[in-house]
């Protein structure tokens, strides 16, 4: 006959969680808010809308974009989420993929803010 498995496996060790990368939030948190432009330090805001995430789901890091807690709010509250980004005029994907392909390096990743703030000005004077 087959060994039998065990029923005390020992030490439970945890899987890894390859969704949170908290360098990267670190990173989020040094930069200024991407819709209002408030002063570093903002929160860690994920996009939902066209990522991994999903019902109770929280996207993966590299999704993230920083915001203050007053714009954080307002993107999960109200009319939604896609609504907020819309009429912002900016595109929340794109914002976070160069923001996560910079980790680490806070004069780029104020770059990437910086170009979302010139987006912002240009769709309000549209």
Same mark, same amino acid.
């Given at each position: =006959? ?6 005390? !496996? &020992?030490?439970?060790?945890? $899987? ?9 939030? #670190?990173?989020?948190? !040094?930069? @200024? ?5 408030? %002063?570093? @330090?903002?929160?860690? %805001?994920?996009?939902?809308? &066209? !990522?991994?995430? /999903?019902?109770? +789901? $929280?996207?993966?890091? $590299? ?16 009319? &939604? #989420?896609?609504?907020? *980004? %819309? #009429? ?8 976070? +993929?160069? +923001? *996560?392909?910079?980790? /680490?390096?806070?004069?780029? &990743? +104020?770059? =990437?803010? #910086?170009?979302? *703030?010139?987006?912002? =000005? ?5």
């Amino acid at each position: =006959a087959p060994p039998r498995i065990p029923r005390s !496996t &020992g030490q439970h060790v945890r $899987k890894p969680n390859d969704r949170v990368h908290p360098r990267h939030h #670190e990173f989020v948190r !040094t930069l @200024p808010c991407c819709s209002c432009g408030r %002063a570093a @330090p903002s929160e860690c %805001a994920h996009v939902r809308i &066209g !990522t991994d995430g /999903g019902t109770g +789901l $929280k996207p993966n890091s $590299k999704y993230s974009v920083p915001l203050c807690q007053v714009c954080h709010h307002r993107q999960h509250t109200g009319p &939604g #989420e896609v609504t907020f *980004w %819309a #009429e912002l005029g900016v595109d929340p994907l794109d914002l976070s +993929l160069r +923001l *996560w392909s910079v980790t /680490g390096n806070p004069d780029l &990743g +104020l770059r =990437a803010v #910086e170009r979302c *703030w010139q987006s912002i =000005a240009l769709h309000r004077n549209l």
